[in-house]
């Protein structure tokens, strides 16, 4: 079963980021399995935070990436990690206090689809554009 599937367009070339992107929307698809798999509230809670652990780290790690690489819209693309943090902190704490209700999980599930397409096939994209139309090819392999 597979809620987010990782597709061909969402690659930004970035072998580290790609990386991470594929382990996020793992880390996406085991959460929603688990609460459709009707796991208890404690595995699918479980779930969550690691969610929500593993997108900070990912976001730490990609504006490392952009600083690293003197990214001049690093202020703008770390201003909408922030914004996407707390939404995901929002959800997060409305679904464990919800008790994951159906309906508060079809708002999370929006906002995810939201966040995937928008950010990665917006914002990530045009960092993965600079590092290459700046020929910085030693950026595009793991270190």
């Known amino acids: ?14 072998e580290l980021l790609d990386r991470q992107h594929r382990e996020l929307i793992k880390a996406i698809n085991a959460f929603f399995i688990s609460y459709k798999c009707r796991d208890d509230i404690q595995k699918v809670s479980e779930c969550l935070d690691f969610l929500n652990h593993y997108t900070l780290y ?20 770390q201003a909408k990690h922030n914004y996407l943090g707390t939404q995901l ?9 919800s ?5 508060k999980m079809d708002d999370f599930h929006k906002y ?4 995937i397409l928008e ?3 917006e914002d990530d994209l045009k960092f993965a554009e600079f ?9 595009l392999k793991d270190e």
């Open 112 to 115: 995810l689809q939201t966040w």
């Open 89 to 97: 902190k929002f959800h997060s704490t409305a679904l464990e206090a």
């Open 99 to 103: 008790r994951f209700a159906p309906e």
């Open 131 to 139: 590092v290459k139309e700046a020929g910085m090819q030693h950026a």
């Open 119 to 121: 950010h990665l096939l």
């Open 58 to 77: 990912h976001f730490q790690a990609e504006e490392a990436f952009q600083v690293r690489y003197d990214y001049p819209l690093y202020r703008d693309h």
């Open 1 to 14: 079963m597979v809620i987010f599937s990782w597709e061909p367009k969402l690659e930004l070339g970035i």
